[in-house]
């Protein structure tokens, strides 16, 4: 055939490819996730092979393990026990309280890991849900914003660097923001779940964290959060939040789930200039994992196939329970 144009040019051999290979993954590309609990041992977690319920006593080897791996950045995930939880989840404000304890114990040993931070009720509430439910069975915006502020400041202080509000109120970044600076934490960054949908993939970690809305005969409880996560038929809606998080003064734009909202993040990167991450949760996790306890597919490709979709779509950073295992794979890839 006489063809100008062949684009197998330029795939015939590995050092062809790497030339023109338009994105790359590093592990400085990656927040790792961390469940913490009161216990003293770890524990394994149902839906989420691999992934654990860390003590506060071993928290540490893993988070050293991450920083020998290339991870620069972890969040933290609380599993609050039940007595702790209450209907305004006042909890999340203890200094004492696990997370902040979890956050000065790393910072002291590893003072370079960024330590990203979860703001939201749902674990420390008894009924399950990112606020305070009225009796009317209400998700209340305004009050819950005042719990979420202490919150993050409770983080800040005790050495958190990046505070993730989760709980997707409105006004709650600008909230935050203010009552950092009023406290004297200016340098603390704010990454923001800013197009956060209401997704079935989230229930995994519900499971980890024993956090899913409760049934309760006293009072009405939404069986879900679609009055405050976004609905999964929306797109137009992520650029408003966007708008709002950068306005209100967020640092960095996240969207969540990952994998079925790639569009998100291709609109967002093309909206704002600020770092995009997109968050590849739990449901997706526990779906690679299964299939591949199974043998149906091959979890090393598949896990950096996926992660280099979000950098190709235009995130800048990735959230998954993956990162260890992928940090250790890019460092032995040849191709
Ligand atoms: C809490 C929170 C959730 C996730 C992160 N922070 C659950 C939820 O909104 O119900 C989900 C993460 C995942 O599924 O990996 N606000």
């Not at 030339?19 to 216990?39: A, C, K, T, W």
């Not at 008894?126 to 819950?144: Q, W």
């Not at 005790?158 to 009023?182: F, K, N, Q, T, Y």
């Not at 200039?273 to 997109?278: D, G, N, Q």
Request: hydrophobic content about 40%.
């Amino acid at each position: 055939m006489d063809l100008t144009y062949r684009p197998r040019r330029l795939r015939r051999t590995h050092s062809l490819r790497a030339m023109v290979r338009e994105n790359l993954l590093s592990p400085s590309d990656f927040i790792y996730p961390l469940f913490v609990h009161q216990g003293s041992q770890e524990e394994e977690i149902g839906a989420m092979p691999g992934a654990k319920r860390w003590s506060l006593d071993n928290v540490l080897n893993e988070v050293h393990r991450a920083w020998g791996l290339g991870i620069r950045c972890i969040v933290l995930f609380p599993k609050i026990s039940e007595d702790l939880k209450s209907e305004d989840g006042s909890e999340c404000f203890n200094e004492n309280g696990l997370i902040p304890r979890a956050i000065s114990l790393i910072k002291k040993e590893l003072p370079d890991m960024t330590v990203m931070t979860d703001v939201a009720l749902d674990p420390y509430s008894c009924d399950g849900h990112d606020g305070i439910v009225s009796k009317e069975g209400i998700v209340l915006n305004d009050e819950t914003i005042e719990q979420l502020c202490r919150q993050a400041v409770v983080q800040a202080q005790a050495g958190a660097d990046l505070i993730g509000p989760s709980d997707m109120m409105d006004g709650r970044v600008g909230a935050i923001r203010e009552a950092l600076d009023d406290e004297g934490f200016a340098p603390v960054g704010i990454i923001s779940y800013t197009a956060k949908y209401s997704s079935a993939y989230y229930g995994p970690f519900r499971e980890a964290l024993d956090s899913a809305p409760r049934l309760d005969t006293r009072k009405v409880i939404p069986k879900d959060k679609s009055t405050y996560q976004m609905d999964p038929a929306n797109s137009r809606e992520a650029i408003i939040e966007a708008q709002l998080d950068e306005q209100e003064g967020a640092d960095i734009l996240m969207v969540k789930p990952g994998l079925a909202y790639l569009d998100i993040i291709y609109r967002l990167r093309e909206e704002s200039e600020l770092p995009i991450a997109a968050y590849n949760v739990s449901g997706e996790y526990a779906m690679v994992k299964a299939a591949a306890q199974k043998g149906w597919i091959d979890e090393r490709s598949v896990v950096l196939e996926t992660l280099l979709s979000f950098k190709r779509a235009g995130a800048d950073l990735i959230l998954t329970y993956h990162a260890c295992d992928a940090a250790g794979w890019l460092r032995n890839q040849l191709d």
